[in-house]
């Protein structure tokens, strides 16, 4: 059984940082692409960013040149840097792991962690 955990939310200032981490364990990490979802308050679940397997990244638009994902295969976890945060981004951010080599991040497949608390507020 998959179990991901997701750690490293909290509440920030506008123009803040943080930094997420998930930790996955119960599958073999490297053969899975990794990503972050968000959803708000009374808002679909969305994609944030992805990694496939081989590295590639996707990002949302609204985060483009702001958040960096990225993985680790020896500690089987993926990160999420987060910077110059604005309320927008407000959500709980949840950590994905789904199959495949080039992965249909507009599905809710794969599994999923139990969430984090951003909150981006002055």
């Known amino acids: 059984q998959v179990q991901l955990v997701e750690s490293g939310g909290g509440l920030v200032q506008p123009g803040g940082s943080l930094k997420l981490s998930c930790e996955a364990s119960?599958?073999?990490?490297?053969?899975?692409?990794m990503g972050w979802f968000r959803q708000a308050p009374g808002q679909q679940r969305e994609l944030v960013a992805g990694?496939?397997?081989?590295?590639?990244?996707n990002y949302a638009e609204s985060v483009k040149g702001r958040f960096t994902i990225s993985r680790d295969n020896g500690k089987s976890t993926v990160y999420l840097e987060m910077n110059n945060l604005q309320p927008d981004d407000t959500a709980v951010y949840f950590c994905?792991?789904?199959?495949?080599?080039?992965?249909?991040?507009?599905?809710?497949?794969?599994?999923w962690g139990q969430g984090t608390q951003v909150t981006v507020s002055s």
């Open positions: 990694i496939t397997i081989n590295g590639i990244t």
């Open positions: 119960g599958s073999e990490f490297r053969l899975y692409a």
């Open positions: 994905n792991q789904r199959g495949g080599l080039w992965p249909n991040w507009k599905t809710d497949d794969g599994s």
